[in-house]
């Protein structure tokens, strides 16, 4: 197991089905690394790979105005 998943659990005095959620993210993690210009459909049948259950991506995250190049309006 990832040290770092242990020292996040034993920290937070994690409950069984937290860790496994904490597990199953390192995990993920592990099969498709985040990056800005990842493939998603690539990532996504990665994980499906050994995570079936997952269907889709479900949220998309906005990048802040600063980092797609454009000041804030101030």
């Known amino acids: 197991m990832n040290r770092h998943v242990n020292a996040i659990a034993g920290r937070l ?3 069984s ?3 496994r959620s904490l597990e199953i993210l390192d995990r993920i993690t ?3 690394p985040p990056r800005k210009d990842a493939d ?3 990532a996504l049948d ?3 790979s050994e995570f079936p259950s997952v269907t889709d ?3 998309e ?3 802040p105005r600063a980092a797609s190049g ?3 309006a101030g």
Do not use: C, D, M, V
Request: charged share 20%.
């Open 40 to 42: 998603l459909q690539a």
């Open 57 to 59: 991506f479900k949220l």
């Open 13 to 15: 005095s994690l409950r």
């Open 46 to 48: 990665a994980i499906r």
């Open 61 to 63: 995250f906005p990048l």
């Open 17 to 19: 089905p937290q860790r």
């Open 70 to 72: 454009t000041a804030p």
């Open 30 to 32: 592990e099969i498709a």
